[in-house]
């Protein structure tokens, strides 16, 4: 199964090499042939990445590590609460009448 990045990958050592043979068969120099062929392989390196970029527009992207499941709560030695630990201060003075 072949995609369009493995013809990518393909593309860029030929368009390297294959220019810079063809401008210097054609009679120029060596370096301006390189340049050449440089430039053709970099403009498929910028197609490969920006033209038609190797990211979906789909939020829910897989990766390796499994998702957590924490729901926004926090752990606490073990315990998890739905709030965080300036939450439960504000929250402990409010209730002993302590000030800020």
């Known amino acids: 199964m072949t995609g369009y990045y493995d013809y990518v990958l393909g593309l860029i050592p030929a368009a390297l090499i294959g220019v810079t043979a063809a401008l210097n068969l054609v009679g120029l120099s060596l370096t301006a042939a390189l340049l050449g062929g440089a430039l053709a392989a970099g403009a498929v390196m910028a197609h490969a990445v920006f033209v038609k970029a190797p990211v979906t527009g789909d939020p829910r ?27 439960r201060s504000r929250t402990d003075r409010s209730r002993t009448g302590g000030a800020d």
């Open 61 to 87: 992207v897989r990766t390796d590590r499994p998702a957590e499941r924490s729901g926004g709560r926090s752990r606490i030695g073990g315990l998890r609460t739905g709030r965080s630990r300036t939450d």
